[in-house]
């Protein structure tokens, strides 16, 4: 009788065990990525409308080179915003933006708010969100991730020496931005993008 106990015991613990490993996932901890992934698309969504403005403002303000520097963020935030609702997509959420737009007061100020803005987002937001998305397996958004921080750098260091040296970039300049990652750069002098290796002549021109 003790035995037939003890064997309906271990019977119990076995099926236990059994239901909590099956239910494991269930169990664990949610996924922070795809709310970062909704964040960073918001973001990206915003940072791309909040730099069309700024580029009309520096057109019209005569800084012709900054404004086609906004234009070329623009266009990589827009990049990054379509990679992040790729993926959420893929992890059956449905991509949201609301779009809020900053008061747009003079050029040298817009440089000052970009320049934060990136630089948020480099040192901070991306960095938490790629080691977040790296804890849970999610390689698409570090992937997704990836690509939008390496260019934010790029774009923090150019609105840095526009905003140091406004007058020089009254002249016009040209931009080219990578379709995939978002690379922005002023020549294309490589055969791949250094950040992602799509064909250097992929990359959209911006003037
Ligand atoms: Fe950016
Ligand atoms: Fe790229």
Redesign the pocket.
Known sequence: MIRASRQFVVFVLVAACSALIAAGPALAAPSKTLDNLQAAFNGESNANAKYLEFAKKADQEGYAGVAVLFRAAAKAEEFHARNHADVIKKLGGTPKAEIKLPAITSTADNLKAAVEGETYERDKMYPGFIAEAKAAGEKEAVRSFNFAVAAEGQHAKFYTEAAANLQAWKAAKKFAV?P??G?TVTVVDFSK?P??F?PGEKFVAVA
């Open positions: 990578c995939v990652c690379n993008c950040v992602c799509t």
